[in-house]
């Protein structure tokens, strides 16, 4: 199983960037899908996630300015950053909680990770 992150880059504050992950290989299904970030020096945390029903959630931090997204049929997952501050800057991840063929257990999948980076 891979996850393939991409659409990361240098933007000025209060632009627009949209990540995209998709992932790929042996799956029978897939769960939960998120975004996390972790900026130097800092620990990873959860930036959003949507479930195969489309919930959300999202940290206090990103409310109102990124919007999660994905589509099921592509095993791909969204993120639309708008308004973007330098604090936003970081390493973003996705995250996918999903069950192979074969396999019983759910488990947690991780992308490679792509920079984001909020400068003027």
């Known amino acids: 199983v891979q996850l393939q992150a991409s659409g990361g880059g240098l933007v000025q504050p209060g632009g627009s960037l949209r990540l995209s992950c998709a992932a790929s290989?042996?799956?029978?299904?897939?769960?939960?899908m998120g975004w996390y970030r972790q900026a130097p020096g800092a620990q990873r945390g959860l930036v959003a996630r949507?479930?195969?029903?489309?919930?959300?959630n999202y940290a206090e931090s990103v409310k109102g300015r990124f919007t999660i997204s994905r589509e099921n049929a592509k095993n791909t997952v969204y993120l639309e950053m708008n308004s973007l501050k330098p604090e936003d800057t970081a390493v973003y991840y996705c995250n996918a909680d999903l069950k192979t063929y074969g396999s019983t257990w759910w488990m947690p999948y991780w992308g490679q990770g792509t920079q984001v980076t909020v400068s003027s």
């Open positions: 949507i479930t195969s029903g489309g919930s959300t």
């Open positions: 290989g042996n799956i029978l299904s897939i769960n939960v």
